[in-house]
């Protein structure tokens, strides 16, 4: 790095610097889109549409603007302090609303991803120094809780800077309580930092921030005395306020429990010791971090325990479980991804994408973020910085890849064949969403039932030159034979998942090495099948009006509203080319003809795609050409793989002692970099 850093276009380092720049040019031009795209999005609706929880407090007809109480209409739900501070700004902000508060927002969202970046734990190389900013930034304007401040106009950014500008920015111990004070002001469980500054030996802070929330609090009391007493006794500060305490955006641990079915005293008791443990270990650890010199992660566990505690705990009050990501979890390399991948993954997908619907997995899918900020306060083992594993981890098993026929182009091959398995965690998580990502793709991909049964008839007339236009007969065939139709329906509706994902997991316990190669082919040739729906949208035999096809696993159809069951809704039944049934069930025989030790096996791999084949076409689901389209995306899908890392033959491994890494990881790592 030090040599990078010297070196000019024609030094050995110029290279780097020079892939340095573009990455960091790369991520500012994506972070500002990012920002133009979510102005637009708020911008272009209407007046009435956007920003609707900012324009319940301050718009025309507003609760500021009500000679009352605040807290009479139900819709506010800040602090009588945050009323008194937005009541000058009504009148203003009827003129510019929009415009103003949406790029006042991202301004700030600018500054928080400044400001936490600047405030990374060191030692950090200059590659960090440069892509820190722009990559928080971007991860902040992809994330749940500020695309959810965006367009509902909230002001939850701003207690969450002032927190860290008091922690990381500010002049002198008093000015640093003043701005956290300030932020408790607007949202009292923040008044949990005051407890970690004290423990941390910032007294003087922790007694300014005591004192100017205690201030703002008596200010707003005398200004706002009715409301005061309405905010913090009648509600037990803001209680029940705004929405139901018990809905899906309730994301504190007494959303949970009202979810759960807990009520009464026995909830309230409940929540007050869970609320206790959870306040007592969250700032024991954030102690022990910002101690060890990990403040930006002291602050965001601290963060993520406030918000778990709180009575009401809205999505966009969330934002410290992403900064909770510059934590470091494993001792292995190949396992320090799975704690970002995880928080990221959390913090930008709806929890429907993350887990499926089942009725099993309702209480995580439903309490996935408030799961994620518990983890991150009480539960993930993040590293100290005087554990050598720190900065050394243990090195990732790479072996060289037997060369390739496309080696001398450019860039190709340039992945590193891995030997060990990849962490179960993270696959699952990248498997989970991927499919529900496919899923949400083919169900979008919809071209209409006109050009869906146009290019029907015109795969039958190609078919038809072919002569491979068979599909009617045996159809009608499996319709007149019981027996065999119960036999295909069933392996047409059984097999399709149970036997690629049970070929995974035995790659993946088995043969590591071949897992990565197996299950990149599979999802190369996933993309490229979406390719075909998107553009090529193909009415299937079965909903071909005129023709006489028989669906055999649904049952005789009106064509013009068809019913498909639970599936009706979600599924595009126009997806047919190509098929991935097929294509799938050929990846599953070709991986077990080429990995399987017994001639047996390699038969029975064989049988898998033949029964597809036969059931995709029996049950008037596919045409024969769709096979075929399944045939070259796996082909396409092996071809890519093979291109990109070379042939599956995986030479010599890279020497390696693994005594020696667990003893000596931080010796080793400088030795493993050496060679």
């Not at 929330?213 to 706002?224: D, E, K, M, Y």
């Not at 799961?371 to 098993?397: E, G, N």
């Not at 070709?590 to 064989?606: D, N, Q, S, Y």
């Amino acid at each position: 790095m030090v040599n990078a850093e010297h070196s000019g276009p024609g030094r050995p380092g110029g290279t780097a610097v020079n892939r340095l720049g573009a990455a960091r040019v790369v991520l500012w031009l994506l972070a500002a889109v990012l920002a133009v795209r979510h102005a637009a999005a708020v911008l272009r609706l209407p007046p009435g549409d956007r920003l609707t929880d900012l324009e319940t407090w301050i718009g025309e007809n507003g609760v500021l603007h009500v000679s009352g109480s605040l807290y009479e209409q139900d819709q506010f739900t800040g602090t009588p302090f945050a009323g008194l501070v937005l009541k000058p700004l009504a009148r203003s902000a009827e003129q510019a609303l929009g415009v103003a508060w949406t790029f006042g927002t991202l301004l700030l969202v600018v500054v928080l991803g400044v400001v936490a970046a600047r405030a990374l734990p060191g030692p950090v190389s200059r590659r960090t120094s440069l892509l820190a900013a722009p990559v928080a930034i971007t991860l902040l304007m992809l994330s749940l809780p500020v695309r959810n401040a965006l367009s509902l106009g909230q002001t939850s950014i701003i207690p969450i800077l002032l927190v860290l500008l008091g922690c990381f920015l500010g002049s002198g111990q008093r000015r640093s309580g003043v701005l956290i004070g300030l932020g408790a002001a607007l949202q009292p469980a923040l008044l949990l930092f005051a407890p970690l500054l004290w423990l941390t030996g910032r007294r003087r802070a922790a007694a300014s921030t005591t004192a100017t929330f205690a201030g703002c609090s008596v200010l707003a009391w005398v200004a706002l005395p009715y409301d005061s007493w309405t905010y913090w006794v009648h509600h037990l500060a803001g209680t029940g306020l705004g929405g139901r305490a018990d809905s899906l955006a309730n994301q504190s641990l007494h959303g949970a429990l009202l979810r759960l079915g807990v009520q009464g005293p026995l909830e309230i008791a409940l929540f007050v010791m869970l609320a206790a443990g959870v306040c007592y270990v969250g700032l024991r650890r954030a102690v022990r971090y910002a101690q060890d010199g990990q403040l930006l992660l002291a602050v965001a566990l601290t963060g993520c325990a406030a918000v778990a505690v709180s009575p009401t705990g809205w999505q966009h009050q969330l934002l410290w479980v992403l900064l909770a990501v510059v934590g470091r979890v494993g001792r292995r390399a190949a396992d320090r991804m799975v704690w970002p991948a995880a928080v990221v993954l959390v913090m930008t997908l709806p929890s429907s994408v993350l887990l499926p619907n089942l009725a099993a997995l309702a209480v995580l899918r439903d309490n996935v973020l408030l799961l994620a900020a518990l983890a991150a306060a009480c539960a993930v083992p993040f590293l100290p910085r005087t554990s050598p594993y720190w900065q050394s981890p243990v090195p990732t098993d790479y072996a060289r890849a037997a060369p390739a026929r496309w080696s001398r182009v450019p860039l190709l091959p340039f992945w590193r064949r891995v030997l060990s398995r990849p962490n179960l965690l993270l696959e699952l998580l990248v498997i989970r969403v991927g499919y529900s990502l496919y899923s949400h793709i083919r169900a979008a991909a919809t071209g209409g039932r006109t050009a869906a049964e146009e290019h029907a008839r015109q795969i039958l007339s190609v078919e038809d030159l072919l002569a491979l236009d068979f599909e009617h007969w045996v159809n009608q065939a499996v319709v007149r034979t019981p027996w065999l139709e119960t036999v295909f329906n069933f392996y047409y509706t059984s097999f399709h998942f149970v036997v690629p994902l049970t070929i995974l997991g035995v790659l993946y316990w088995r043969r590591p090495a071949h897992y990565r190669w197996a299950r990149a082919s599979l999802g190369f040739a996933t993309v490229l099948g979406l390719v075909g729906f998107w553009f090529y949208p193909l009415a299937p035999p079965r909903l071909m009006p005129g023709l006489g096809f028989v669906d055999t696993v649904h049952g005789p159809q009106d064509l013009a509203n068809p019913d498909y069951g639970a599936m009706t809704a979600v599924t595009n039944q126009y997806a047919a080319m190509p098929s991935l049934h097929f294509g799938w069930s050929l990846w599953c025989g070709i991986v077990i003809v080429l990995l399987a030790p017994e001639l047996w096996m390699k038969l029975l791999g064989l049988v898998h795609p033949l029964m597809t084949v036969c059931a995709i076409v029996a049950t008037a689901n596919h045409w024969v050409l769709d096979a075929f389209g399944g045939a070259a995306v796996v082909a396409a899908g092996f071809g890519l793989v093979y291109v990109l890392s070379g042939p599956r033959t995986v030479l010599l491994a890279l020497p390696r002692i693994p005594e020696q890494l667990e003893r000596e990881p931080a010796q080793v790592g400088a030795e493993a970099s050496k060679t």
